[in-house]
């Protein structure tokens, strides 16, 4: 939001969903973008709408979302391969938006190889009913000197740049934040294979990521050369590093989500 902010073309006010049910209207435009709380609906007389969604690969959240998308007037999605399927369960159009990270602020560098402290990195749950768990303790076993476990929004980049590898298990094939917040602080990013879901579109594999399809035989063996083989993973991490910071920004998606809209950020902001 603090995009939005420095934009001199915006008169910006933030409220939660529960603030925006008494809000009366008066507004050019609304834009939702998903906490992952769909116990809320946006009141139908706050026109235009539009709803950036994140969860629609998880099958309660995708129930709840689907009975209030004709709320809004347009809509954009985390993942590309919901938007058919939201389009055959309800009729409605969804635009693709994937996740994306924060911009760099001033000091925040790719930084050596020597700077890294940890082998390994995983910031995260483990999944219901998810073999995300498999991996989490996989890591703790083989790869003591990592960082597994929790951390604030405002300690990923910390803990990513400081990483040689962030491993990555999408519960449900899907494009998740790590993806972006991982490679744009300049680790190696090491994920579970996705399978179509715009993947291609987005990312080449083994120039800015590298992905395996088993957790005990290839995830291990990717882990081991990638340690062993500090050039090779330097520069994939600096390709992916690249990449996201030069396209795949909130800036970026605010920029797009308002050139559907038929809004423009002012160049600069």
């Given amino acids: 939001m603090e995009i939005l902010r420095r934009d001199p073309l915006f008169e910006l006010h933030q409220f939660d969903m529960q603030e925006i049910q008494s809000v009366k209207g ?9 906490d992952g709380d769909y116990t809320v609906v946006m009141p139908q007389r706050l026109r235009p709408a539009a709803w950036w969604i994140s ?7 995708y129930k709840k979302i689907r009975r209030q998308v004709r709320n809004y007037d347009a ?3 985390a993942q590309k391969d919901d938007i058919q399927r939201l389009k055959k369960d309800t009729g409605v159009t969804a635009h693709w938006l994937p996740w994306a990270a924060d911009a760099l602020k001033p000091g925040q560098i790719f930084l050596s190889d020597d700077q890294r402290l940890y082998d390994i990195c995983f910031i995260g749950t483990e999944g219901k009913y998810s073999l995300r768990k498999v991996v989490i303790e996989t890591l703790r076993y083989y790869y003591p000197n990592s960082y597994i476990g929790r951390a604030e929004r405002e300690q990923l980049y910390d803990f990513y740049s400081k990483a040689k590898i962030v491993v990555n298990y999408p519960i449900h094939n899907d494009i998740n934040a790590r993806f972006f917040e991982a490679m744009g602080a300049g680790a190696m990013f090491l994920t579970h294979r996705v399978k179509g879901n715009g993947i291609d579109e987005l990312f080449e594999e083994n120039k800015h990521l590298v992905m395996f399809d088993d957790i005990q035989g290839e995830m291990r063996q990717k882990i081991e050369f990638y340690l062993a083989h500090s050039e090779k993973r330097m520069e994939i991490a600096k390709n992916g590093f ?10 970026d998606r605010l920029k797009t989500l308002f050139k559907t809209l038929g809004i423009a950020l002012s160049e600069g902001h």
């Fill in 242 to 251: 690249d990449l996201v910071n030069g396209r795949h920004t909130y800036r």
């Fill in 26 to 34: 008066g507004f050019d435009f609304y834009v939702r973008f998903d």
């Fill in 75 to 77: 809509l954009f999605l």
């Fill in 55 to 61: 969860d629609t690969h998880l099958r309660k959240p």
